[in-house]
């Protein structure tokens, strides 16, 4: 509690960060985007992981606030780039359950991307399959009209949770995450077999994916392989803070 008293305090300090781990497509071997990560300094050079305190902020309710601040960075972000010559790159953004919940939400992201002038199909969100279980026609409803304005949706760790299959059907997605607990087996004997299949999955119901947690250059050719589209992973690049980003992409541009 007294951790969640201290998340308060820093984030209306506005000490909390947003940092970027870039998403690279495998055919063209460039960069096409970002995922937008959290991070909570505490002391000098030391972070609370999101997986301690996102939890807090979800049960909390804070998550509407820092979710809203997230957006409102990443829409920044994207303007920002637009206007030093990356006018095509997305930036994707983690999404929880009680945002959906929160009234105004999709009207909240409508209009920053509109206040922003950000184009719609450069916002992705990210949402995973716990957060459309909980309540599947609130974050679906919400998903179609978001969809509808251009953004993008993507489902995050994708054969982690349950139903998988369900909901690939109901969402308006746009793109599966292959979760790294499949990424980090690809080069085990039959460690590739799950992976490969919601790759080819993805194939065969048309939307993208994008292998987590590639970290080493025989995943990566297994991945590659595969026909897999984009990679993200420490492999390419660590998150980053928006400070070093530009540098990251006219090295790799
Ligand atoms: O970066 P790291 O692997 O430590 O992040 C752990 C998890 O925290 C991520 O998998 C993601 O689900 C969650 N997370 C990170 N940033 C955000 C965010 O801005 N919003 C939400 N809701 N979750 C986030
Ligand atoms: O749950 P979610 O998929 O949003 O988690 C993303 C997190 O995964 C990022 O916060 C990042 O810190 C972590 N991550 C990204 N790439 C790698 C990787 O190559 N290896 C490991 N172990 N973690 C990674
Ligand atoms: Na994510
Ligand atoms: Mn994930």
Not at 10 to 27: E, H, M, N, S, V
Not at 67 to 92: D, K, M, P, Y
Request: contains cysteine; aromatic residues 8%; proline residues 5%.
């Amino acid at each position: 509690l007294s951790l969640l008293r201290k998340l308060r305090a820093d984030f209306a300090l506005d000490k909390l960060q947003l940092w970027y781990q870039p998403q690279l497509c495998l055919k063209s071997n460039t960069v096409m985007g970002m995922e937008a990560l959290l991070r909570w300094p505490h002391q000098p050079g030391h972070f609370i992981s999101p997986a301690v305190f996102i939890p807090l902020a979800e049960y909390s309710g804070l998550i509407v606030d820092i979710g809203l601040w997230v957006l409102e960075q990443a829409c920044r972000q994207l303007q920002q780039l637009s206007q030093q010559g990356c006018s095509e790159l997305r930036i994707a953004v983690n999404v929880s359950m009680p945002q959906f919940r929160s009234p105004h939400f999709v009207k909240s992201v409508i209009d920053m991307v509109s206040r922003y002038q950000v184009k719609p199909y450069l916002l992705e969100l990210e949402i995973t399959e716990s957060v459309v279980m909980d309540e599947p026609k609130i974050v679906i409803d919400a998903l179609q009209k978001l969809k509808n304005f251009g953004i993008k949706v993507a489902i995050d760790d994708f054969g982690i949770g349950f139903s998988s299959l369900n909901y690939l059907q109901q969402l308006p997605l746009d793109r599966i995450k292959v979760d790294r607990a499949f990424v980090s087996t690809v080069t085990q004997p039959g460690g590739n077999l799950i992976a490969e299949t919601i790759v080819s999955l993805g194939k065969r119901i048309g939307l993208s994916t994008i292998a987590e947690g590639v970290e080493t250059a025989e995943q990566l050719a297994v991945i590659k392989n595969m026909g897999c589209d984009e990679v993200q992973g420490f492999l390419f690049a660590k998150p980053m803070p928006a400070a070093e980003l530009m540098q990251f992409l006219l090295k790799h541009q």
